[in-house]
């Protein structure tokens, strides 16, 4: 199986929201191509940071992958809406969904790339049967929506879970991508992406850290990616 980088994907949630398209340039600037954003409806989740219409204004103003992570109860509206809009990535929630393996085929008949969310305490169990039509599996390491909590802390069981899916994704010959979303932090980075996280969605504890600018972060970032991919190395 063809190894590949992993990716940096910058949360929008984590940005200047009263200055988007400067915080966008900013990202671009950085030398990074994806925008991690977060699709949230009140309901499944005690926020709500942007409007389809925010999302729509952004697809205009830059050409960067657009990695959409719906947190909702009416996932089918929210994941026609983001294909309308024309983005690249949705993953929607295991558990608030009915007809997972209908919404993955309607993302992928779109030709976009399709892939299911859990949260930090949804078994892997639960993806027996739809692994092989997932392009990736996004983990939750905190309880979606409490990103703002700062008493919020990754769950400990992190890295353990991450390493198990790896295993799995391994173990079934797939090539799905696994990205981890919460806390993800300077500190947590090496130990995830050695547990075999392909995807890392980047906030306030890594890329958009105070006291630094978004390139110096993305390059300490990047050592730190290379600190887990050599432990990773290293296991086999």
Not at 122 to 145: A, H, R, W
């Amino acid at each position: 199986m063809q190894k590949h980088a992993v990716t940096i994907a910058p949360s929008i949630m984590s940005s200047d929201l009263l200055s988007l398209e400067k915080s966008v340039r900013e990202i671009e600037a950085a030398g990074l191509d994806t925008l991690h954003i977060d699709i949230i409806d009140g309901a499944f989740s005690p926020s709500m940071p942007l409007g389809i219409d925010t999302v729509k204004q952004l697809r205009k103003i830059t050409s960067m992958n657009f990695d959409v992570h719906i947190m909702a109860n009416d996932n089918e509206f929210f994941i026609q809406e983001m294909l309308d809009i024309g983005v690249e990535q949705i993953t929607f929630h295991l558990e608030s969904s009915v007809h997972v393996d209908r919404y993955l085929n309607l993302i992928k008949q779109s030709g976009a790339k399709a892939g299911v969310a859990l949260t930090p305490s949804t078994p892997l169990s639960s993806l027996e049967y739809i692994l092989p039509q997932c392009d990736t599996v996004l983990l939750m390491l905190i309880n979606p929506g409490f990103a703002t909590v700062k008493s919020e802390q990754q769950v400990v069981y992190a890295a353990e879970k991450v390493k198990d899916l790896h295993e799995l994704i391994q173990k079934r010959g797939l090539s799905t991508q696994i990205e981890v979303d919460g806390r993800v932090s300077l500190e947590t980075i090496p130990e995830l992406v050695a547990a075999g996280a392909d995807m890392l969605v980047a906030g306030s504890t890594s890329l958009f850290l105070k006291g630094n600018s978004l390139g110096e972060n993305k390059k300490i970032m990047e050592a730190k990616i290379a600190e887990g991919m050599q432990s990773k190395e290293g296991v086999r």
